[in-house]
Nanobody
Framework: QVQLVESGGGLVQAGDSLRLSCAASGRTASTYAMGWFRQAPGKDREFVSA?????????YYADSVKGRFTISRDNAKNTVYLQMNSLKPDDTAVYYC??????????????????WGQGTQVTVSS
């Protein structure tokens, strides 16, 4: 079992920056990748970014955040970060951290992730 706790959300203005953190605990040795998803009211959960926690750690980004968001990891602290720059009102959502083992699903498929955090609210005003 893996437990995930997100933090760092808040209310900011368009163009501002924010950094989200996701601390993992439990049986993390089998975790293959960590990802960030977001969900706005009335909308489906959307893939944002992911990073492989083994080896060098390949990264993945949704087109909507590429060039603005950066995912990183600190394996010593079992923590993944999402640096969000040039925030837009469309980025407003609850952001969730998720963890997955080796599965056949693509990195952006939420069905491949077996563990989820409670979410942290990000609100971007105009």
């Amino acid at each position: 079992q893996v437990q995930l706790v997100e933090s760092g959300g808040g209310l900011v203005q368009a163009g501002d920056s924010l950094r989200l953190s996701c601390a993992a605990s439990g049986r993390t040795a089998s975790t293959y990748a960590m990802g960030w998803f977001r969900q706005a009211p009335g909308k489906d959960r959307e893939f944002v970014s992911a990073i492989v926690t083994w080896s060098v750690g390949s990264t993945y980004y949704a087109d909507s955040v590429k060039g603005r968001f950066t995912i990183s990891r600190d394996n010593a602290k079992n923590t993944v970060y999402l640096q969000m720059n040039s925030l837009k009102p469309d980025d407003t959502a609850v952001y969730y951290c998720a963890a997955r083992a080796l599965t056949t699903q693509t990195m952006s498929d939420h069905r491949g992730y077996g563990y989820w955090g409670q979410g942290t609210q990000v609100t971007v005003s105009s």
